[in-house]
């Protein structure tokens, strides 16, 4: 019992109420969030029969990510966080409302998903970081890897049931049914957003400060001048866009597994790898050398990508995915953690957007280079070869700077 408690999840940052609304919030409305990231790639291969249309969705929802997350974390050191989260909430909704409407009237148009998934990826830019920079203040500084530890693990466990809950509806009813789910759960979100106590600056004039372009570059600035931050960022962006793999999973569902509608299991599958790194993650917050273990964790993560590609059987392939994700779990605690602890609190919204912008920005990077090397050189080499250089070019990082490698936190 002393054993399974030392590796079990710590649960302790829940018995604060405010962080428990806003995870519940984020959880239950993230399964229909996963929904919609299914349907719509599905979608779009459906209209259109390539990967590289896929692809250009990671572009259509970059673009607003890099330009609002920055933005939106400069005005969440500067107003009420409570409300700026409740005001992208409503974005985020009214996108997913469109996006189901379009899919039962049957418009069947590659330009007005890319528009769409634009303007849901505004909401999800400026909400994002306000909701990350709101947990410190929420629980003590030393149960903040605690909880990220426990919404990174609800989120992978909402990012495995919306992805086969997809599947199964994607299948039965259709698109539109797809994103009328989502619609109805992320109703919860706006129920936690509303209820959060307020949470204006805590520093006096901090609203004063701008929430332009010279807040962005104090808070770039500050980034810049400290290696350990822009490094784990840099480290992110590696894992994900050489070695994410998702926009082939329409194509390989389809070819290699006879049936599209598999391809729920291949989205599932590092969700469901990270589910069981958070269960099991009792002694993240005991690690003191979290950069290392953050760097270790992305060369592990495109290793056991790259093996994936081989697996013989879809439940190989399934396994070694899920395996993929229990690392993606370890370093994106870490690097959640790096982020909020080494800023004060009126740059933790800035950070917090380079954080998003990095973090949602990498993926989708991974989808651009995922789609185009397919229909270049192949599947195989798009996504193995992706996975192997994640894996070499996160080694040869560490060395070159090992600024990362040797952090500990200040309080270790």
Not at 226 to 238: C, G, K, M, R, Y
Not at 295 to 321: E, I, Q, R
Not at 344 to 349: A, H, K, S, T, Y
Not at 393 to 400: D, F, I, N, P, Q
């Amino acid at each position: 019992m002393r054993w399974l408690r030392g590796i079990a999840v710590d649960v302790t940052p829940l018995r604060h109420a405010a962080f428990r609304r806003l995870w519940i919030g984020h959880g239950v409305s993230f399964i229909g969030y996963q929904l919609t990231a299914v349907a719509i790639p599905v979608q779009m291969y459906q209209i259109t029969r390539s990967s590289f249309w896929v692809g250009l969705l990671g572009i259509a929802a970059l673009v607003p990510l890099l330009v609002f997350a920055l933005w939106g974390g400069a005005i969440a050191d500067a107003m009420d966080r409570r409300v700026l989260l409740l005001v992208s909430s409503l974005v985020v909704w009214a996108a997913t409302l469109a996006l189901m409407v379009q899919a039962f009237v049957g418009v069947r148009s590659p330009g007005l998903l890319l528009g769409l998934i634009a303007v849901q990826s505004v909401g999800f830019a400026v909400g994002a970081p306000t909701r990350s920079a709101i947990v410190p203040r929420l629980v003590p500084a030393g149960l903040v890897p605690a909880a990220n530890t426990l919404n990174f693990t609800m989120a992978s466990l909402s990012s495995v049931l919306g992805p086969l809950l997809a599947g199964v509806v994607i299948a039965r009813w259709g698109f539109a049914a797809a994103y009328a789910v989502d619609a109805v759960l992320f109703t919860v979100a706006l129920w936690a957003a509303f209820g959060l106590p307020a949470l204006r600056p805590l520093v006096s004039g901090a609203g004063a400060a701008g929430r332009g372009l010279r807040a962005v570059v104090d808070g770039l600035r500050f980034i810049a001048s400290a290696p350990v931050l822009w490094l784990s960022f840099v480290v992110d962006i590696v894992a994900m866009a050489l070695a994410m793999p998702r926009a082939l999973f329409p194509e390989v569902a389809a070819t290699r597994f006879g049936d599209e509608a598999l391809a729920g299991w291949l989205f599932a599958a590092i969700a469901l790898g990270s589910v069981v790194g958070g269960v099991c993650s009792g002694w993240v917050g005991r690690v003191r050398r979290q950069g290392l273990a953050l760097v270790l964790a992305v060369v592990f993560w495109g290793l056991a990508v790259a093996a994936a590609w081989f697996a013989p059987s879809l439940w190989l392939m399934v396994v070694l995915l899920a395996v993929a994700g229990f690392a993606d779990l370890v370093s994106a605690v870490y690097r959640q953690t790096i982020v909020q602890l080494y800023a004060p609190d009126e740059l933790r919204g800035r950070l917090q957007g380079v954080f998003t912008a990095v973090v949602a920005g990498g993926p989708r990077l991974g989808d651009l280079r995922a789609g185009t090397m397919a229909v270049a050189v192949g599947p195989g080499i798009a996504w193995a070869g992706g996975g192997i250089a994640c894996a070499v070019v996160a080694v040869a990082l560490a060395l070159a700077f090992p600024a990362l490698s040797r952090y500990r936190p200040k309080t270790a």
